[in-house]
């Protein structure tokens, strides 16, 4: 059950709106031709048992909803691995503590790009926002530039 | 004047809680509680809802254990439609329970406790935790991380999801498995018993220093029940529910567990919305038994593979043939595990896994269904009454941290009684009262069908109630 290469990961609660943003994501990014050989995962949040797939990635492009923000504006950035604090509950990591937790465990951290898309929405339910729905098919156009980025590199 | 010491919300458990603890005039422990504070009511919430969403629906209790649910609610759902599951769905539903039972105590005992076997009781709480063992022994840390992501994985490629899968369903499961999935499981099988077995002969040499906890953790005669096969070994899916006694001696063998009335009482004390299961022959609260890994070493014969059996020939040449104390569950767990894995291998090894028949089909036959099974806290039971139309008109869970509720707050007092001197509160003497409900890993989500992490609050009051110490965190 080991994979190499490029990871996406898209996490948050299908059942919460906007905050699926990462489950529909992944759903199309899983089909996409341009990342045939991308292993693509939904989740329900970022947990300490990714640290190892994170290691053995080339690339991990992390899809999420964020709070604050215009909804369904778009923000790209690297992250970078932030040591495990005493605070840190096992059931729920930030990318940066995942980062660094994967570099704690097994001294390998590939480049972590997260894609976070403002929620305009958050109220129970498995459908987006007409905002987000409006955002996703830019969503998967920058993961799958990151990635295809990636490759050519 | 009597005294009380209320901890809330207690730590590293799955669920709310929070322990009280009384003094008396003198100052000394006179008794202990262990409340559950959290409500969601299942039972409630099914009602009116179609059998066939029982399943899913009642794998929601919980985030850690739904794979538990859904074995025991389907099983009940297979008897309300009186069909026999094809024998190929009966080993995919065993393979997904017994990796279940793998994550789950992986995560038991690497991320909950073993930073209290690895640092000590006395140490500074701001190190114990998964984290502090990853500085300290990585390892351990990563040993505990992989297994229950090999256990969650196994989940996933079975039922496409690792939470709440929706594969397994009434006459069955949704799809067969694929051959390549089941290479995936074979191919990462013997990391994962590697990992196992390295955990286990640290923890047999880490636990020499903890003799005192071991003989304060909940250390009391009592009755232990489990499933067991035709063959007395260890029985995870389905089998004869036996009960022995503190001596080993089998006080009761039920071949059909369903009608779980006739032996087991369900008492309902103001203080707490657990339930408090016991044995209706030794009557409440006399009644006391355990359930889970520890209790299903001590009611087998034996556990019928053989790395585990060499390590429970160790365990009970250590401990006795029917170890007492609640601190060996951290043991029976490792143990456990190992047997899951080289079970998991069997069943695997099978080429009958890969039958493409695994679900038998049929209408509402009958009114009512039982489902029983072991879930990695203990003896599970799911129990369902619909109307002609298949419509839910009732239901009632006994749940593992139920059947142990009585236990754990025994266990409480003994360690309260031992450690808790004084009308304030220490760090090693919360801890140490926090510990001996970890050994359980009480699961408060399933067993008041409740959600969340658990946090602790710790009370010491005064006889006449007021507070004279509080923790917490």
């Known amino acids: ?153 | 004047m009597t005294r009380e010491i209320v901890i809330e919300p207690v730590t590293r458990i799955e669920g709310h809680a929070k322990i009280t603890i009384q003094l008396d005039d003198d100052g000394q422990v006179a008794d202990a509680h262990f409340h559950v504070t959290q409500f969601r009511g299942f039972e409630r919430i099914c009602q009116g809802r179609p059998v066939h969403e029982l399943p899913s629906l009642m794998a929601r209790i919980c985030g850690i254990c739904p794979v538990s649910h859904l074995i025991a609610s389907a099983k009940a759902c297979d008897e309300i439609l009186a069909v026999e599951p094809p024998p190929t769905a009966v080993d995919l539903r065993r393979i997904m329970n017994l990796a279940q039972v793998v994550q789950s105590h992986a995560l038991s005992f690497f991320h909950l406790s073993s930073p209290d076997l690895l640092f000590g009781f006395d140490a500074d709480a701001g190190g114990r935790h998964l984290f502090g063992v990853l500085g300290a022994n990585p390892q351990l840390a990563r040993d505990g991380v992989g297994l229950r992501r090999f256990g969650q994985q196994v989940i996933e490629s079975l039922g496409g999801k690792r939470i709440h899968p929706a594969w397994v369903v009434p006459g069955g499961v949704d799809a067969p498995l694929a051959a390549e999935t089941r290479d995936e499981i074979l191919a990462a099988l013997p990391e994962a018993r590697a990992a196992t077995e390295r955990a286990l002969a640290w923890y047999k040499t880490a636990v020499q220093r903890f003799a005192e906890e071991a003989a304060r953790f909940g250390d009391f005669p009592s009755a232990f029940m489990g499933l067991v096969g035709p063959d007395g070994t260890v029985e995870h899916y389905d089998g004869t529910l036996r009960v022995v006694g503190a001596d080993g001696a089998v006080l009761a063998e039920r071949p059909d567990p369903r009608p779980y009335w006739e032996y087991l009482g369900e008492a309902v004390e103001p203080w707490s919305y657990l339930k408090s299961a016991y044995w209706k022959d030794l009557g409440y609260p006399g009644g006391v038994y355990r359930v889970g890994p520890l209790a299903r070493l001590n009611v087998a014969d034996r556990l019928g593979t053989p790395l585990a059996d060499a390590e429970l020939e160790e365990f009970r040449g250590r401990l006795g043939r029917t170890p007492s104390s609640s601190f060996h569950y951290h043991h029976a767990r490792l143990i456990e595990i190992l047997h899951c894995l080289e079970r998991l291998g069997g069943v695997l090894a099978d080429p009958e896994v890969l039958s493409t028949r695994v679900r038998s089909v049929a209408g509402i036959n009958r009114e009512e269904g039982i489902g029983v099974a072991e879930a990695p806290r203990g003896t599970l039971l799911h129990h369902y009454r619909v109307d002609g139309d298949g419509i839910v008109q009732w239901a009632n869970l006994v749940i593992a941290t139920g059947h142990n509720n009585l236990a754990m707050n025994r266990s409480v007092a003994q360690v309260a009684r031992h450690y808790v001197k004084a009308d304030r509160l220490t760090e090693p003497m919360l801890n140490r009262v926090e510990a001996v409900i970890r050994c359980y890993d009480p699961c408060l989500s399933c067993s008041t069908h409740a959600i969340g992490q658990m946090p602790l609050h710790l009370q010491l009051l005064a006889p006449d109630g007021s507070v004279l110490d509080e923790r917490r965190r």
């Open chain 1, 1 to 153: 059950m080991t994979h190499a290469g490029v990871l996406v990961v898209g996490y948050g609660s299908f059942l919460r709106s906007d905050d699926g943003i990462g489950w529909h994501a992944a759903g199309l990014l899983a089909a996409d031709p341009r990342l045939a050989g991308t292993r693509v995962l939904a989740r329900h949040q970022l947990v300490p048992e990714l640290a190892a797939d994170v290691s053995r990635a080339s690339l991990v492009v992390l899809v999420d909803a964020a709070a604050e923000g215009d909804p369904g504006s778009l923000s790209v950035r690297r992250v970078q691995p932030r040591p495990p604090t005493p605070a840190t509950w096992s059931h729920h990591l930030d990318p940066e503590t995942l980062a660094g937790l994967a570099e704690a465990l097994y001294g390998l951290v590939p480049p972590i790009v997260l894609v976070s898309v403002a929620a305009g929405s958050l109220a129970e339910g498995d459908r987006l926002s007409g905002a987000l729905e409006r955002a996703l098919p830019q969503v998967v156009e920058v993961v799958a530039d990151v990635v295809t980025g990636h490759h050519r590199a």
